[in-house]
């Protein structure tokens, strides 16, 4: 079967294996992402699925020649400024005091060099902030109110991150979440705390990851969020966290997460996805292979019936060779991706059918 380097492959229906130039790759759901043939027939970006603009925009700039770090992070500002999105930025999910903290790491390839943010307050960049703690240090992480001194010092202005519907939302989290305290919501009813539990606001961990690949061969990655909602005060997920929520080998590939950022932090998550990349399997391969070795460790009273973890979980990776892909902990998934051509969301597998669960945490 002869593929140029600018076709692409899908399954026509369900589950298929197809022979790419001696390799053989997995192909999944009919709607499952395109598996490329190689690295040098041109630029791929892929992100979490709240990123189809941050695709858009982090393509248009490679075809500039924008550096590959430069251009995910430009794709991701255009979330983070969008207050519409509660997982990130602006807009964010507060903390249970109502304070917007945001969480965020870069990875660059080429330099094999990385930079990170925790806990920042008031900088609805974050990803602009963590860029700079990789050029203009010699650290890697940088957190509270450091981490908000180091973004003033480079002109970064303070504002309220908190929106209004935000505001709302953690209010009714707050009258809803608990009747032992003395808030309560103005109609006190079940209907209300039902609503919330309905629109899966509990608690979220929504966040955008955003990794490419140039025509070059060089990769890059960003990850960004305002974190697990109505966290404790100071908590840090693994999105800033070099190998938990991000991780980038030039020789290899690049990996990312959004969801229950403690099974990444417990697991060196994004960067045992590369590492099995490394040893030859895709990236959907090697995202299944992770989320079986979470579940594996997962402390018993996060486990529900047949021993399925009762949180979401998502990892999105792009192969150097131009393979992309990833996989859910329950249900299928979706994952977003530009291959210079294509813009679009595509179903990734889950390793375990979805069910509803009390208590489930979100993606
Ligand atoms: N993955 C985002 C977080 O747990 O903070």
């Known amino acids: 079967m002869s ?22 790759a997995t192909l999944g759901a009919q709607d499952s992402p395109p598996e490329k043939t190689d690295a040098t027939g041109g630029p791929l970006v892929i992100s979490s ?25 430009a794709g991701v500002n255009l979330v983070e400024d969008d207050p519409a999105d ?11 005091d109502g304070v917007v903290e945001l969480d965020a790491s870069v990875m660059h390839g080429p330099t094999h060099k990385a930079g990170g943010v925790a806990a920042l307050r008031n900088i609805r960049n974050p990803s602009r902030v963590a860029m700079l703690v990789m050029q203009r240090t010699d650290h890697v992480l940088l957190v509270g109110d450091g981490a908000l001194q180091f973004a003033k010092a480079h002109g970064f202005k303070e504002e309220e991150l908190l929106t209004d519907e935000a505001r709302r939302i953690w209010l009714e989290w707050k009258e809803n979440h608990s009747d032992r305290d003395d808030w309560v919501y103005p109609e006190a009813s079940e209907e209300a705390a039902h609503r919330l539990r309905d629109a899966g606001l509990e608690f979220t961990y929504g966040t955008i990851n955003c990794c490419c690949l140039t025509a070059a061969g060089d990769l890059a990655g960003v990850t960004t969020t305002s974190g697990l909602s109505y966290k404790i ?32 932090l417990l697991n060196c998550a994004s960067f045992m996805v590369v590492e099995f990349m490394r040893q030859g399997r895709t990236p959907e391969e090697a ?12 402390e018993k009273r996060l486990l529900v019936g047949d021993g399925r973890p009762n949180f ?17 902990m329950r249900g299928e998934g979706k994952m977003a991706y530009h291959d210079g051509t294509t813009c679009r969301q595509v179903t990734i597998p889950g390793l375990f059918p979805v069910r509803p669960e009390k208590h489930a945490q979100g993606q």
């Open 3 to 24: 593929i140029s380097r600018r076709e692409f492959v899908y399954s026509a229906a369900g589950v298929a294996a197809v022979g790419l130039g001696g390799k053989m």
């Open 49 to 73: 699925a709240n990123g189809l603009a941050a695709c858009r925009k982090a393509m248009e700039m490679i075809r500039n020649g924008s550096d590959p770090l430069d251009a995910v992070v």
């Open 86 to 96: 509660h997982s990130v930025g602006l807009g964010g999910l507060p903390n249970e």
């Open 233 to 264: 005060p100071g908590r840090v997920g693994d999105s800033p966290i070099i190998g938990a929520g991000l991780y980038v080998d030039n020789d290899i590939g690049a990996a990312g997460s959004t969801g229950r950022g403690e099974a990444n």
């Open 287 to 298: 995202a299944l292979a992770v989320l079986r070795r979470i579940t594996a460790k997962c």
């Open 312 to 328: 979401g979980l998502t990892f999105y990776a792009v192969r150097k060779d131009g393979l992309i892909g990833g996989a859910s």
